[in-house]
């Protein structure tokens, strides 16, 4: 990352890396993710009617590709610099959004979640969401509030029916809204948003016939493990060793040991 770039993650609290993953790149990472949107795959959560499937959890135990995502030197080295220090995965996901049926994000940050249910100490992580779809202004871009990671952890309510569970009141949304507008990166597959831990995002849901499928990959501090985890290993990852980053071309279709 530029110096340029690492102000402006501190001022937004997010990054917007265009094409930085290859159409090729792009394709065979996609292809392993529909092995785990199958019936009867392991670490999934459906949609609430049951029409499609909402998130994979921790496709790099099953997929080598995922596994070589995680230590990717292209994600791995801009959160390393944004965190000046060493960094582990704490979180690996898959989410669909699939055409027609994929359902909504409420309002929330990343954070309150970390540190209540996994007990993360601070919010010394970053998140990457890698696009395996192109994400447009109509398929249920994620929306994120520019600055309002600036205002640390905020009010997160339990709305049952909503996943995440912790989520932004109204009141605080329009507040953060008010002050930093709403952005949505929007871009082809291969795209990748960098975001704080107390970045306010949502997304709304998808009605169009295109799915749109978002790798997150989160990196935290090594420091920063999280202590009290009362979610399972596949939701809170718990290798804590630091990530050894792979070779630029790990992706590369017939590319054996990295
Ligand atoms: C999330 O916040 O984990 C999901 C947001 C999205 O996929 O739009
Ligand atoms: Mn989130």
Partial sequence: LAVAQVAQFRRDGFLFLRGLFSAAEVSALRRDALRFARPGAAHKFDERDGSAVRVAHAPHWRSRLFSRLGRHPRLV???RKLLGREVYLHQLKINYKAAFNGGSWAWHQDFAMWHRQDGMPRPAAVAAALFLDDVTSTNGPMMLIPGSHR??????????????????????????????????????AGSVVLFHPNMAHASGSNLTPWGRIVAFVVL????????????????????FSPIEPLAD???RRGRRAC
């Fill in 249 to 251: 071309d790990c992706l």
């Fill in 77 to 79: 080295e801009p959160a």
């Fill in 220 to 239: 935290n501090g090594v420091d920063n493990a999280i202590r009290r985890p009362t979610r399972p290993d596949w939701l809170a990852l718990r290798d």
């Fill in 151 to 188: 205002s640390g952890r905020l009010g997160a309510e339990r709305k049952e029916r909503s996943r995440p569970l912790l989520t932004l009141p109204d009141r605080v949304v329009e507040r953060l809204a008010r002050g930093g507008g709403i952005h949505a990166p929007t871009g082809p």
